[in-house]
């Protein structure tokens, strides 16, 4: 068959062949299975038990309880603590640390969106104090550990425990990345950026 002098893949004058053999079928890529759905953080078991036990924790005295943990584990925390040693600075401590908490313990099914924008503006309110992971992971322990004196022994203790140890290590987690990522400027300081954030964030969800 003669191809026509027009056609844009054969030169003219030239001979197009066709073959006798059927063409063969496209090879389809396999398409990508769909990502398996995140594992929730929490068991409604852990839900059920972290609430009940958080019902029993004083809540005048779990921020002092905290603070005083976080310097067993990392001493250096105690000069970071003195720069606000007095009451009225210290107090505000003890009621976020409650209000942090607190937040969380009332949006166990989904920590992420419930925390998020909170915890990025406690994290980069940080980043200017060199504060730093080992600071939050301290912070972490502390608050499982606090939490874990008022939890009595008995049926589900270690339970429990275990999952105050994951929603510490969520809370440290998170605060951390928030303060690694965010870089503070020079020309402000520390306390000043930290008031400029959190009047432009958004309110805690509590």
């Not at 640390?97 to 990025?120: G, H, M, S, Y």
Request: charged share 20%; hydrophobic share 35%; with cysteine.
């Amino acid at each position: 068959m003669r191809a026509e002098s027009n056609n844009c893949l054969v030169k003219p004058g030239t001979t197009m062949t066709l073959s006798p053999h059927p063409p063969k079928p496209l090879r389809r890529c396999r398409s990508a299975s769909p990502a398996p759905p995140r594992a929730p953080l929490l068991t409604q078991e852990q839900q059920i038990l972290l609430r009940r036990s958080w019902q029993r924790v004083s809540k005048s005295q779990i921020g002092k309880t905290i603070v005083n943990n976080m310097i067993v584990k990392c001493p250096e925390t105690k000069g970071m603590f003195s720069a606000a040693a007095d009451t009225e600075a210290m107090e505000r401590h003890y009621k976020h640390f409650v209000e942090l908490i607190q937040c969380a313990v009332d949006n166990l099914n989904d920590l992420e969106t419930a925390l998020q924008p909170w915890l990025e503006t406690l994290g980069k309110g940080h980043a200017g104090f060199a504060i730093r992971t080992k600071h939050w992971d301290a912070f972490g322990e502390a608050v499982a550990t606090s939490i874990a004196e008022w939890v009595g022994p008995g049926r589900g203790h270690k339970e429990t425990v275990k999952a105050w140890m994951r929603i510490s290590c969520f809370l440290a987690d998170r605060l951390s990345a928030a303060t690694r990522n965010y870089y503070p400027t020079p020309m402000c300081t520390p306390r000043i950026q930290m008031l400029t954030i959190l009047a432009t964030s958004p309110s805690p969800p509590y």
